[in-house]
């Protein structure tokens, strides 16, 4: 059974930063695009960050420059750090796993990040 395994979100004050990892098992995570996504309250769940698997990255204009996308295909692990954290940035991050040519995709199952003082 696929499984996409989010961990590192919690409470940070603004300014400061949070590395989320999610680590992915029964996928043959090398030729799966990875992605971060999160939902805030009332909102839709919107992109933050993609990853291809010849680690080419794609970032939200809200995040430029302050949150960097990786993946460590011998750990089937991706990561996100975020640096510079704002209020805004508060939300419940899902990562994301799409396969590069089938039409297949796995979600997690979220982690909390809340920024506040």
């Known amino acids: 059974q696929v499984q996409l395994v989010e961990s590192g979100g919690g409470l940070v004050q603004p300014g400061g930063s949070l590395r989320l990892s999610c680590a992915a098992s029964e996928i043959r995570f090398s030729i799966y695009i990875m992605g971060w996504y999160r939902q805030a309250p009332g909102k839709q769940r919107e992109l933050v960050a993609t990853i291809s698997t010849g680690d080419s990255a794609n970032y939200a204009d809200s995040v430029k420059g302050r949150f960097t996308i990786s993946r460590d295909n011998a750990k089937n692990t991706v990561y996100l750090q975020m640096n510079s954290l704002k209020p805004e940035d508060t939300a419940v991050y899902y990562c994301?796993?799409?396969?590069?040519?089938?039409?297949?995709?796995?979600w997690g199952q979220g982690t909390q990040v809340t920024v506040s003082s």
């Open positions: 994301n796993a799409k396969h590069a040519v089938a039409f297949v995709a796995y």
